[in-house]
Nanobody, 126 residues
């Protein structure tokens, strides 16, 4: 079992930056692909970013590419999401997730992830 806890959300103005962090506990998560997803009110949960086990491969949703950066520290069991140039369209609950079954590469679909955090709210005002 892996427990994931997100932190770092908040209320910011458009153009600001936020850094989300996800901390894992329980079994080591170092073998797992990690990802960030988000869900806005009235919308389905959507993929944001993912990072490979070693941290060498990353992949982003088109809507955040160039503004968001995902990173991981396996020794600290953390995965961060640096979010820059935020817009009101980025307002959502952000979830950290772990894929314990895919051996290589990255994962971009919700069904590939089997561990989820409770989420952290990000609100961007115009």
């Amino acid at each position: 079992q892996v427990q994931l806890v997100e932190s770092g959300g908040g209320l910011v103005q458009a153009g600001a930056s936020l850094r989300l962090s996800c901390t894992a506990s329980g079994r080591t998560f170092s073998p797992y692909i990690m990802g960030w997803f988000r869900q806005a009110p009235g919308k389905e949960r959507e993929f944001v970013a993912t990072i490979s086990v070693g941290g060498y491969i990353t992949y982003y949703a088109r809507s955040v590419k160039g503004r968001f950066t995902i990173s991981r520290d396996n020794a600290k069991k953390t995965v961060d999401l640096q979010m820059n140039s935020l817009t009101p369209e980025d307002t959502a609950i952000y979830y950290c997730a772990a894929d314990s079954t895919t051996a290589q590469g990255v994962s971009v679909t919700i069904n590939e992830y089997d561990y989820w955090g409770q989420g952290t709210q990000v609100t961007v005002s115009s």
